[in-house]
Every structure is written in C-alpha cells, then in structure tokens.
C-alpha cells in the first residue's frame, strides 16, 4: 500500500479573499481579459449541460472581452 491510499480524495476548500487585500503587484499583473475568458468558456460549459442562464451570462462576458480589447 500506498500513502496515497490513505489521503482524502480531492479535498479542499475554497476561500474567498477581498480584492483589496491583494497586493498591488500582483492586481497589476492580473490579466482581466483573460479572466474573462476563462469564465466564458466555463459559463458555455455549464450551458451545454442545459442551463439558458449561462448561456446569456456568456454572452454578457463575451460583450464585457469585446468591450476590453
């Protein structure tokens, strides 16, 4: 056996931090148009499993990247 046998599968939990509470260096190299990006694709994934609000909401970001470019 293993150590990865007794290790708990795929946990974790999330945590939500303020945007003010991040360095400005780091906000400085944050790259929103690609943010948003990954957050369409991911709407448009939960879409096609049969959601309509996503999909607007993809679109909405998808006007938000064109807005930005």
């Given at each position: 056996m293993s150590e990865d046998e007794y290790l708990p599968f795929l946990s974790g939990s999330e945590k939500r931090v303020d945007f003010s509470s991040l360095p400005e260096?780091?906000?400085?190299k944050i790259d929103y148009v690609?943010?948003?990006k990954q957050l369409r694709d991911i709407l448009?994934?939960?879409?096609r499993r049969g959601g309509e609000k996503y999909?607007?909401?993809a679109e909405e970001v998808n006007i938000l990247i064109f807005q930005n470019l």
């Open positions: 260096d780091a906000v400085k690609d943010v948003l448009l994934d939960f879409s999909t607007k909401m």
